[in-house]
């Protein structure tokens, strides 16, 4: 089962958050990225995700594994979208569900954190004076 996808179409975070759900469940975290106006000092007016697709999954898939293996949970998702973006919408999300709150939230802490780390996802803003420029994985974000 993949637990980890690029998308490029908004998604439904009640649908993906119902494939986490069981009878086991006592917690559930998630993170939710959204595009902002600003970074580093500067305006921005929306941004273009770039991906490596194949490499991205095989990466995102072992992140997901790894926190499937260091924390006590029953089940994480994470998607990210790639394409043209505008601000306020949603560029990542992550869900994990667990027995316990606490195991929820540091599993998806770290998810996001080694996403956004380590997937080749690129980040293309494009700023209210005209200006433009990369950012790379583990950069803002």
Same mark, same amino acid.
């Not at 939710?32 to 929306?46: A, C, I, Q």
């Not at 594994?65 to 994480?76: C, G, H, N, V």
């Not at 316990?100 to 770290?110: G, L, S």
């Given at each position: ?6 998308? +490029?179409? /908004? ?11 069981? @009878? ?34 095989? @990466?995102? @898939? ?41 195991? $929820?939230?540091? $599993?998806?802490?770290?998810?996001? +954190? ?13 700023? +209210? ?7 790379? /994985?583990?950069?803002?974000?």
């Amino acid at each position: 089962m993949k637990r980890f996808a690029l998308a +490029d179409t /908004p998604f439904d975070t009640a649908t993906l958050r119902a494939q986490l759900l069981d @009878e086991r469940v006592g917690g559930y975290a998630s993170f939710e990225g959204w595009v902002r106006n600003h970074n580093d000092g500067r305006d921005v007016r929306g941004l273009r995700y770039e991906a490596y697709a194949a490499l991205a999954a095989v @990466e995102g @898939e072992r992140v997901l594994a790894e926190a499937m293996a260091q924390f006590t949970i029953l089940d994480a998702r994470c998607v990210h979208r790639i394409g043209d973006l505008a601000i306020g919408e949603l560029a990542v999300w992550v869900g994990v569900s667990a027995a316990h709150r606490d195991a $929820a939230f540091a $599993a998806c802490r770290y998810i996001i +954190d080694e996403v956004k780390a380590r997937v080749p996802i690129w980040k293309h803003e494009r700023y +209210d004076d005209g200006d433009a420029g990369w950012l790379h /994985p583990g950069t803002s974000g």
